[in-house]
């Protein structure tokens, strides 16, 4: 599976934006797919995981404020981003969850997509 991840941009803070991450290729549909994100001069940070039926797992950081779905008739994972805050500010990735030791570590996906910037001002 290959992905992509799109929508970034700038926002204000308050604000709401959502990111998609596209598949292609390979079983998109039986796969979790993991958003992270890294901010400037920070290591990247996980944000949440959706597994193949729609569970989802948030990090505590984006918890109540962050929403993912799936579409896999579109190849389609989104990040709803909702009263987004300046610390928000990162690149921001998806990836296919390849190991089940750890969900919020990033050694635990794989296929990382290209990233997507979203810069939150206050």
């Known amino acids: 599976v290959q992905l992509q991840a799109s929508g970034g941009g700038l926002v204000q803070a308050g604000g709401s934006l959502r990111l998609s991450c596209g598949g292609s290729g390979g079983a998109f549909r039986t796969n979790s797919i993991g958003w992270f994100r890294q901010g400037p001069g920070k290591e990247r940070e996980f944000v949440g995981t959706i597994t193949s039926g729609g569970t989802t797992f948030y990090g505590d950081s984006v918890k109540g404020r962050f929403t993912i779905s799936r579409d896999n008739v579109k190849s389609t994972v989104y990040l709803q981003m909702n009263n987004l805050k300046p610390e928000d500010t990162a690149v921001y990735y998806c990836?296919?969850?390849?190991?089940?030791?750890?969900?919020?570590?990033?050694?635990?996906?794989?296929?990382w997509g290209q990233g997507t910037q979203v810069t939150v001002s206050s």
């Open positions: 990836a296919v969850r390849i190991r089940f030791e750890n969900v919020q570590h990033e050694g635990s996906y794989g296929s």
